[in-house]
């Protein structure tokens, strides 16, 4: 997470997002649309690697409160004043691996746009964190690029590069779902095999399936 936190956060993280292409746009927008549809108004949700806001700030107008987290201080301050003042969401410098909150704080924990594998960090710590903070009947939504969504996250992350906001692609070190800079920034996905076997070494039973041919989603009911 450090590469986001000093190159890619707060306005620059923004640019990341106005520079995405049509299908990417519509990725962006299904992931949002599938994450509401298993919410509930009354719901207290905790989104892990928030950034500047961008899916907390549309889930607020479906639920009772949002709270984002995220290392990077520059990716608080633009979400909470583009949150303003009397927004239902509220924004914490945090570590997703090593959450300040207690056990059994929200209704649903939600990890979108492939933050398993941009956080950098030990995924069973992480999707433990995110039970621990679940309450009983609860969800926990986790997601990742579909395979076949390669080419357009291929050519996203070119423009990105093209644009400077990250190093050059290592071509000879970038393909199969893995995209390599020379800069250092690295950025892979989850299979639906790796969530369920992950899902599945913590005891958990999940739930696999593909929204718009472009996200694989792992969600969980808490027991």
Known sequence: MAYYDDNLSGEQLRRCYDLAPPLVR??????????????HAGDEVLELGCGYGRV???????????VGIDTATGN???????????????????????????????????CPQNGICAFGVDRERLVGEAA????????????????????????????QAADGMMGAFDHEATGDGVIVCEDGF??????????????????????????????????????
């Not at 700030?57 to 949002?66: E, G, S």
């Not at 608080?76 to 090593?98: C, Q």
Request: hydrophobic share 45%; charged share 20%; proline share 5%.
């Open 76 to 110: 608080i301050a633009l979400a909470r004043k583009l949150a303003g003042t009397d927004s239902h969401a509220e924004f914490h410098e945090m570590d997703a691996s090593a959450l300040s909150f207690p056990d059994a704080s929200f209704d649903a924990v939600v």
């Open 26 to 39: 519509r990725y962006l927008a299904a992931e949002i649309d599938h994450i509401v549809s298993l919410l």
């Open 132 to 159: 621990r903070v679940c309450r009983p009947g609860g969800q926990l939504v986790f997601s990742s690029y579909a395979e076949q969504f390669w080419p357009h996250r291929l050519e996203w992350f070119e423009l």
């Open 186 to 223: 690295r950025a892979g996905f989850m299979s639906p095999d790796e969530f369920h076997e992950l899902w599945s070494r913590l005891g958990f039973a999940p739930n696999i399936s593909t929204v718009d041919g472009s996200a694989t989603f792992c969600t969980c009911t808490m027991g």
């Open 56 to 66: 907390a700030l549309k889930l607020v107008p479906h639920v009772r409160r949002v």
